[in-house]
C-alpha cells in the first residue's frame, strides 16, 4: 500500500518524508543545544569574530575545535540532508536500486551530448548570473540606507582575499545547504514535476514545497507576525531561485551539480550580498531587504521567460527522460 502510494504520488510522497524527516531531526537538535549551549559564542570566537560559514570544508575543521562541535556539524549537515534521504528512500520503494541509479546519474556537470566548451560556457553564465545578482544586491542596500556615493564601492568582508577566493570556490560544491539538499530538489523532485505540469509550473510548485520544508529547521523567526512576513518573501524568493536553476539545470541538459552550486551561490557563504556593505548599517537582512532581493530576482526571471518563455530552455530528449525516470 506504501509502495502503491509512492508510486502514484511521487513527488507529493517525497515531500511528506523529507518534511518527516526534517521534524526528527528537531528533537536531537534541542537536546544538542541544550548540552552545549555556549556553542554559537565558542564558534564566533574560534572563528575569529566571524558566525559559522555554511561552506563545510571552511567551517567544518573550526567547528570540530570547538566543544560540541562534532554533534552540531552532525546536525547542521543532517537537517538539509533530510531532502535527499528523502530522495534515496523514495526512489527505493519506487523501483529500488535501479531507480537511485537514475537518481544519481543527473550528478554531472552536463548531459553527454553537450560539448565540453558549451557546458562550461553555461556554467560560467549560471555563476556570473548569481554573483552578479549578490553584488548588485549589496549595492542596493547601499543606496536603500543613504550610504554616500564615495562609500558605495568600499569593500567591507570579513574574510581575507585568499579565504574569500577559497570559501568561494569550494562553496561551489561543498556549500551545506547546496551539497545536502539537492539530489533531492533537483535530482528527484524537478524531474517528475517539469514531465507532469511543464519547467515554469514545475519550478513554481518546488519552490512552495522548498520553502515549506524549511519551516521545521527555521523555528527561531518569531513572533508570529515577523515570521508570516519572512515566509512570504521567503517562499517568493524560493520560487524565483528555482525558476533561475531549472533554466541552467534543463540549458546542462539535467545537472543536479549546477544545482547544487546555484544553490550554495545563493546562501552566499562568501558573504557576497554584503559586499560592500557597510557595518554600520541597521539590519542589512530584514524584511525590507527581501523586497530588495524579490525585486532583483523578479528582473532575472522575467529576462529569462522574455528569451526562453516558460519551457525554460528544456529539451525534448529530457522530458523522455523525466518519463522513463517514473516508468517503474
Known sequence: MMRSFFIRHQVLAFWLLALLLALLSIGPAILIFQAFPDFGPDMYEANQGRDYNTNILYSLPIALRVSGGAWFAALLLGMPFSASLSAILSSLIINGKKQVKILFKRFRFWAPDISKSAGIKIWLQA?????????????????????????FFVVHSLYSVKEIIFIFFTGLFFEGGGLMEELGWRGFALPRLQESHGPLKASIILGII????????????????????????????????????????????????IGVAIHGLFNDPTGLSGFFNSPLLEDPQ?????????????VVVFTILYREGPNLALRKGDKQVAASNQSA
Open 286 to 298: 530584514g524584511l525590507y531587504s527581501h523586497g530588495v532581493l524579490v525585486m532583483l530576482l523578479l
Open 127 to 151: 555563476i556570473g548570473t548569481v554573483v552578479g545578482l549578490n553584488l548588485v544586491y549589496s549595492l542596493l542596500i547601499n543606496y536603500a540606507n543613504g550610504v554616500e556615493l564615495k562609500d
Open 210 to 257: 522548498w520553502s515549506l520544508w524549511h519551516i521545521p529547521i527555521k523555528l527561531n523567526v518569531w513572533p508570529i507576525h515577523e515570521c508570516i512576513a519572512f515566509y512570504f518573501f521567503f517562499t517568493i524568493t524560493c520560487i524565483l531561485y528555482c525558476i533561475i536553476i531549472t533554466y541552467f539545470y534543463n540549458r546542462l541538459g539535467g545537472s543536479i551539480l
